[in-house]
């Protein structure tokens, strides 16, 4: 079972639990009954996040490990990090900041990002799929390039604008607060 439906973007709490946590739940249960052993859940780089405060996708996700890990199955759980391919969400919404009359940065704009291509991810997973045992492996993919946000902007705003023009920095918190991310990943305020 090649598991890689989600809630995304702007869902509620409550709509994050049903599809990423009970949609696993459920499943993970219909892969017992159908007697499957082998079951790949596609999560996200969010479940490792240290600093999760009111990030209920991340806490979504971090609940349907869980599932999967007490599922009795043989597993592996991929986190891709942000994936850009066509109709990507992540990258629209970069597109749409880096677009604007001053491009958009949140923060300082030096936390480290890896996007990885759709095409990638899919190849990642199709050879996770083909592997004999899955062997309880847990693993992040992201794509070659590891670069400070503030880079990805404008390369997206070079290729949207045709230039990178200046840049606007937004905080992100009140004066005073710093925001952490996990090992480096960030994940944008929007879907």
């Not at 992540?90 to 704009?109: K, M, Q």
């Not at 990002?113 to 062997?135: C, E, M």
Request: with cysteine; hydrophobic share 45%.
């Amino acid at each position: 079972m090649l598991h890689l439906a989600a809630a995304t973007g702007k869902a509620s709490e409550a709509r994050f639990r049903a599809v990423n946590v009970e949609g696993t739940r459920r499943l993970l249960e219909e892969s017992r009954c159908a007697g499957l052993r082998r079951f790949i859940l596609v999560s996200s780089i969010a479940a490792r996040f240290r600093n999760r405060a009111s990030y209920h996708y991340a806490e979504s996700k971090i609940e349907a490990e869980a599932l999967v890990r007490s599922s009795g199955l043989d597993y592996a759980i991929v986190r891709p990090t942000m994936i850009f391919g066509p109709g990507s969400a992540v990258l629209d919404g970069l597109a749409r900041l880096a677009g604007a009359p001053l491009g958009v940065v949140f923060g300082s704009g030096q936390v480290k990002v890896q996007p990885v291509a759709v095409q990638d991810v899919a190849r990642v997973l199709i050879a996770t799929a083909q592997r004999h045992s899955l062997d309880a492996t847990e693993f992040e993919v992201g794509g070659p390039e590891v670069l400070p946000m503030e880079e990805l902007i404008r390369r997206i705003r070079t290729i949207v604008k045709g230039g990178s023009g200046r840049l606007l920095h937004v905080p992100i918190e009140p004066s005073g607060h710093h925001s952490r991310s996990c090992n480096g990943w960030w994940a944008p305020p929007f879907p």
